[in-house]
């Protein structure tokens, strides 16, 4: 039996391990994923008119195989039984079941990509966050130490990740073809293209000019919560033009959600300080992805001119402020305020211009696709026993576009800090997952840096694998002689490297941010 399995695996699969060794570069076979033995069980099960000799009909096949186990791992969750779950267990089902509806999704949109370089870079930024879906939903039970509850999930801990994974690096391969096959066009005029040009305006304008709906807490606007107009707004827009909410100033008390389906909102606030969201939601009985006090779902989301913070303090540990999983999200001069774990980047294409990030440990951290150029960092005072890591960056595939970018931006003491410096350690970042990505280039880095520049996260685990580079940064804390010698540490000397990671060539800004009209620099 397992002679013919083998003969019948030949005949299929040789003709194609044989085409991509002739055309070098190219994944045309299970034999080159990263994990051929999972590609053999499902990839081989399509209809043979899906496996032709070409790298795309095989991108196709792999895409499918894993939608297909996507949508099966969403029933599974929706139908458990939770009578074994207590309270704590049920909230991390609870972000299973939106993460793997919103995988899902991202699996429809991913196999639908056109085969050209936007559509392939699509698809390689839908696929990273379908796989950083699945790592959050085990995460919420890992933080509730309830590890034993994923035994629940057996199915999805082995074949959707390792399915993810080479839907991962056939779609790299093929983006890489594709991309050879055409020239990047760039746009002028300082903004990346994703951004239309009354989205431009807008960004551009004295206060509020244009908006569709306001918040005032003073009962002079139409609502006079955050939350009650961006429900408003799926009733009040029509079409899908960009839906402007205009929060004047105050202080709103309110944890903000921004569904999936609420696409192409912009909230304007009076500016930094001025217009105020702020809640204490902490890992003290929520996951850390619900304890958001602004959270987006929904594309091309931008927001300007206002504060978010999360005031549960130190002491409480994991505390976001913003989460964003929104593709294509503007932040400007915007201003983000916690402890640990203040800006949330979960996942997709970000850009944060002209902000403040305040907080203690890991506080800018996720597995988006980040840049943040022009930003003041803000270490705060830990607790006594506390270091100081500014990221933790949470790449888990080597494939996965993601990453951690400060681009001409300053770091630098709060306040509260700035007067006993001396006694605490502070770090631009350790590696939260194995493949963890973070760059500082052309930023200030202030004396509170310490000399080796990088903290371990647990042991030698991921030193070897991660990368994190630095590139002409300057101020007192900037040197590298004493930084670590991590194999995967890097000083970047070659510009050609550290183009690699600017606003064009990182985050295709040039392809988006423009329509924003948020300013920006696309090269170093």
Request: some cysteine.
């Given at each position: 039996m397992a002679r013919l399995v083998m003969l019948a695996f030949l005949s299929v699969y040789l003709p194609l391990l044989f085409l991509g060794v002739v055309h070098g570069g190219r994944i045309t076979s299970c034999s080159q994923t990263p994990y051929p033995g999972i590609c053999n069980s499902f990839v081989r099960t399509q209809p043979q008119a899906t496996l032709d000799k070409t790298q795309f009909a095989f991108r196709e096949s792999n895409l499918r195989v894993t939608l297909n186990q996507a949508e099966k791992a969403y029933r599974l969750v929706s139908a458990m039984d939770l009578r074994p779950f207590n309270k704590q267990a049920k909230l991390a089902w609870a972000d299973c079941l939106e993460l793997y509806e919103?995988?899902?999704?991202?699996?429809?949109?991913?196999?639908?990509?056109?085969?050209?370089?936007?559509?392939?870079?699509?698809?390689?930024?839908?696929?990273?966050?379908?796989?950083?879906?699945?790592?959050?939903?085990?995460?919420?039970?890992?933080?509730?130490?309830?590890?034993?509850?994923?035994?629940?999930?057996?199915?999805?801990?082995?074949?959707?990740?390792?399915?993810?994974?080479?839907?991962?690096?056939?779609?790299?391969?093929?983006?890489?073809?594709?991309?050879?096959?055409?020239?990047?066009?760039?746009?002028?005029?300082?903004?990346?293209?994703?951004?239309?040009?009354?989205?431009?305006?807008?960004?551009?304008?004295?206060?509020?000019?244009?908006?569709?709906?306001?918040?005032?807490?003073?009962?002079?606007?139409?609502?006079?919560?955050?939350?009650?107009?961006?429900?408003?707004?799926?009733?009040?827009?029509?079409?899908?033009?960009?839906?402007?909410?205009?929060?004047?100033?105050?202080?709103?008390?309110?944890?903000?959600?921004?569904?999936?389906?609420?696409?192409?909102?912009?909230v304007i606030g009076d500016g930094i300080g001025s217009t105020i969201v702020t809640g204490n939601t902490n890992s003290n009985g929520a996951t850390t992805f619900r304890t958001a006090t602004f959270a987006v779902w929904g594309n091309n989301f931008i927001a300007r001119d206002m504060t978010v913070k999360n005031t549960a303090g130190p002491e409480n540990y994991q505390a976001v402020a913003l989460r964003s999983g929104s593709d294509f999200s503007v932040f400007y001069r915007c201003s983000f305020i916690g402890y640990q774990d203040t800006l949330y980047a979960y996942s997709q294409r970000q850009f944060y211009r002209d902000c403040e990030i305040y907080g203690t440990i890991d506080f800018i951290f996720g597995n988006a696709v980040t840049v943040l150029q022009n930003c003041n960092i803000f270490v705060r005072k830990p607790l006594s026993n506390q270091k100081n890591t500014i990221t933790a960056q949470g790449r888990t595939d080597p494939n996965q576009n993601t990453g951690i970018v400060v681009h001409n931006s300053r770091v630098t003491a709060a306040s509260d800090l700035k007067p006993v410096q001396s006694s605490f350690k502070s770090y631009l970042g350790r590696p939260y997952k194995m493949y963890s990505r973070t760059v500082f280039m052309k930023s200030s880095l202030d004396s509170l840096i310490d000399p080796a520049g990088w903290l371990p996260f647990n042991g030698d685990f991921a030193l070897s694998t991660l990368y994190y580079g630095e590139y002409m940064n300057t101020g007192a804390g900037a040197g590298t002689s004493g930084r670590v010698t991590w194999p995967g540490y890097h000083v970047i000397t070659s510009a050609t490297e550290a183009a690699k990671f600017t606003v064009g060539n990182f985050l295709d800004g040039d392809s988006w941010i423009p329509g924003t009209g948020v300013p920006f620099s696309s090269t170093l």
């Open positions: 919103d995988t899902v999704s991202l699996l429809n949109q991913s196999l639908s990509s056109h085969s050209t370089p936007t559509g392939m870079a699509d698809a390689q930024t839908w696929l990273s966050a379908a796989m950083t879906n699945h790592q959050t939903c085990q995460n919420g039970f890992i933080e509730f130490n309830l590890t034993s509850h994923l035994q629940f999930f057996p199915f999805m801990l082995s074949s959707l990740s390792k399915l993810l994974s080479n839907s991962l690096a056939v779609n790299k391969v093929a983006a890489l073809s594709v991309k050879q096959r055409h020239n990047r066009r760039l746009l002028a005029n300082g903004f990346p293209g994703w951004v239309s040009a009354a989205d431009r305006k807008l960004l551009q304008s004295s206060g509020a000019a244009s908006y569709d709906v306001v918040v005032a807490q003073d009962g002079t606007g139409d609502y006079t919560t955050i939350s009650e107009a961006v429900s408003a707004s799926a009733t009040l827009r029509t079409g899908t033009d960009r839906f402007v909410i205009y929060v004047k100033a105050g202080i709103y008390r309110e944890n903000v959600m921004i569904e999936k389906s609420m696409k192409n909102l912009m």
